[in-house]
């Protein structure tokens, strides 16, 4: 119990914690001397420090992971939190980039943190439909639809002239047997089709293996300001090497590969001094989720701060909108 009020009583005020404060602030009835006592013990257990002889003592790594334990799955957002929350993004249209700018910026308020989101991308691409329109000659423009809502043009060449009428017959026959397909699956399906249909579904399924195969998606950020302004920064360069992991997208992707697949509707992975794995993030937390449908279409999301960063808040406001996002795209793709 000490130990927590340690911690929410730094996060809070940025200075190392003594005695006397904990007394007076949480009116502890225990005296200075026991207190001391007890922080002497837990800094013995590695969850304290103390920076200087004669100041308080400040949480560690170990300090902070045991913080995070005990309330991950406990912290609730206020009601009026989340009505206002749902309320924004009902506001705002039904489109895939505003709703990602919109959480990123939510995020990045509400924490007063550096936010990350990643659009979604599918996890193994699934068929939905394309359209073939004739355009010069030999010539076809294929639009392509992936379940996921990813869309990708391409002009063909096929090897004879073909009408806009069997194009589109071809294109309707295509959409009508094989949605929900995955490129193997549709590679297959070419073996017993016609010269036309074979080449389309050969060439669908290489452009969907592309999707498969290539790096995230576009990745939306905002609050860098807000990190930057964290009074343990202030002359430090620690916040600026935090921040280019944001810029770095190699470094960032391996980052957000951290994530569990496992609940994308709100599991949680809590990264707190780069875990020793990212001497960019030694002096940072980074609290991420993924979202979308579990085994078709998924994103991640986040917020970066300092160690000190309100835990208690910004655990459920990730949460959350890692729920609402999951909601728009099962809705958008229209998973059962």
């Not at 100041?55 to 206002?84: C, D, H, I, N």
């Not at 506001?91 to 989101?117: I, Y």
């Not at 992936?146 to 806009?164: C, D, K, R, Y």
Request: overall charge neutral; charged content about 20%; some cysteine.
């Amino acid at each position: 119990m000490l130990l927590l009020l340690i911690i929410r009583d730094y996060i809070d005020a940025a200075q190392p914690v003594g005695s006397r404060r904990l007394v007076e602030r949480f009116r502890l009835d225990l005296s200075s001397a026991t207190i001391r006592n007890e922080m002497a013990a837990l800094t013995d257990l590695g969850y304290l420090r103390q920076p200087h002889t004669s100041a308080g003592r400040v949480p560690t790594e170990e300090g902070y992971r045991f913080f995070v334990g005990r309330m991950m799955y406990r912290a609730e957002l206020p009601q009026s939190v989340r009505k206002a929350i749902v309320t924004q993004f009902h506001e705002a249209r039904a489109d895939m980039d505003q709703w990602m700018h919109l959480a990123a910026s939510v995020l990045a308020h509400r924490s007063q943190g550096a936010s990350v989101v990643t659009a979604p991308r599918s996890v193994i691409a699934r068929f939905r439909h394309i359209e073939l329109v004739s355009t010069q000659g030999r010539q076809v423009l294929m639009v392509l639809v992936l379940a996921g809502g990813e869309v990708s043009q391409q002009v063909l060449t096929l090897a004879a002239a073909v009408s806009q009428d069997r194009l589109s017959q071809t294109a309707s026959h295509i959409n009508g047997l094989f949605s929900g397909l995955s490129p193997d699956e549709l590679a297959s399906a070419a073996a017993r089709a016609d010269a036309l249909e074979r080449d389309i579904l050969l060439l669908v399924s290489a452009d969907m293996r592309r999707f498969t195969d290539s790096s995230a998606g576009e990745i939306y950020t905002d609050g860098l300001t807000n990190v930057l302004a964290e009074p343990e920064f202030a002359g430090s360069d620690d916040a600026r090497h935090a921040l280019k992991i944001l810029e770095e997208r190699s470094v960032l992707r391996d980052v957000l590969s951290r994530t569990s697949n496992e609940d994308p509707a709100g599991g949680l992975q809590v990264l707190i001094g780069g875990e020793g794995e990212w001497q960019e993030l030694r002096q940072c937390s980074m609290i991420l989720a993924r979202y979308g449908v579990p085994g078709i279409v998924t994103g991640t999301l986040g917020v970066l701060g300092p160690m000190r960063m309100p835990y208690s808040r910004t655990i459920p406001m990730v949460r959350f909108v890692a729920r609402l996002l999951s909601g728009f795209v099962n809705d958008r793709i229209g998973a059962p």
